[in-house]
């Protein structure tokens, strides 16, 4: 089993619409989460972060589940310019390393 | 503006050659990072580097060989030994507080990426 999971897509969803892709980890003693966003031929760039309490920054809101060891990402009012791949992100409990997901693919359409 | 620095951004090597991949750091950051991308996948840690003179393996370090002799340096050899090394490279870097979790920390910093081609 991958240490961090994620459905590839893509996910393809009309403007306006609301999209949630979620992230399975398998390491239950993982600190650290977060999504990055990668647009086609580019680096990664951090989109949030996310709080065990969960957490929302505009149309985009975050959410732990420790207890299934899933997070997720919720899009909402897409835009044509959220299309992009969405990257899980999972500290582990030593050093500062990172594991990442294999991207889920969304492609909001006109 | 502080940043990160990958060069070349495209690179097209014959089998057989080693290549070195640049990655140059203005942020001050202690450490930094090597990952590989191929099509479709995450990113895999090569090597990382916590400190100057000082660099770890990471989970596909063979056929890679790196150096950080300067703060703001941390190049990437991909040697001959490399059996499929066309993929896409990215740099990263942190600030790195040892023992300590800080909020900010450990959000990784990514150069813009250097794709190498295997003839």
């Known amino acids: 089993r991958k240490e961090v999971e994620q459905d590839p897509g893509p996910f393809n969803v009309p403007e306006g619409a609301t999209v949630a892709f979620n992230c399975t980890y398998s390491?239950?003693?993982?600190?650290?989460f977060f999504w990055y966003r990668q647009d086609c031929r580019k680096e990664p760039k951090l989109l949030m972060s996310?709080?065990?309490s969960g957490n929302e920054d505009g149309r985009f809101t975050a959410q732990l589940n420790r207890a299934s060891q899933y997070i997720s990402l919720l899009i909402r009012d897409s835009k044509l310019s959220d299309s992009a791949t969405y990257l899980c992100?999972?500290?582990?409990?030593?050093?500062?390393?990172?594991?990442f997901g294999g991207g889920t693919r969304l492609m909001v359409k006109p | 503006d502080g940043g990160i620095t990958q060069s070349p951004k495209y690179l097209f090597r014959k089998e057989g050659q080693n290549v070195t991949l640049s990655c140059e750091q203005n942020?001050?950051?202690?450490?930094m990072y090597w990952y590989r991308q191929d099509p479709g996948q995450g990113l895999r840690l090569i090597y990382y580097?916590?400190?100057?003179?000082?660099?770890q393996k990471g989970d596909i370090a063979e056929g890679y060989s790196v150096s950080r002799e300067k703060k703001e340096s941390f190049p990437l050899t991909v040697t001959s030994a490399q059996k499929n090394p066309t993929a896409f490279y990215l740099c990263?870097?942190?600030?790195?507080?040892?023992?300590?979790?800080?909020?900010?920390?450990?959000?990784?910093?990514f150069g813009a990426g250097s794709r190498l081609t295997v003839l």
């Open positions: 390491n239950s003693a993982s600190q650290s």
């Open positions: 580097s916590q400190i100057v003179n000082d660099f």
């Open positions: 942020l001050n950051h202690d450490a």
């Open positions: 990263a870097s942190s600030k790195s507080l040892q023992g300590r979790l800080v909020s900010g920390a450990n959000v990784l910093t």
């Open positions: 992100v999972v500290r582990k409990n030593a050093g500062n390393m990172l594991t």
């Open positions: 996310v709080y065990s």
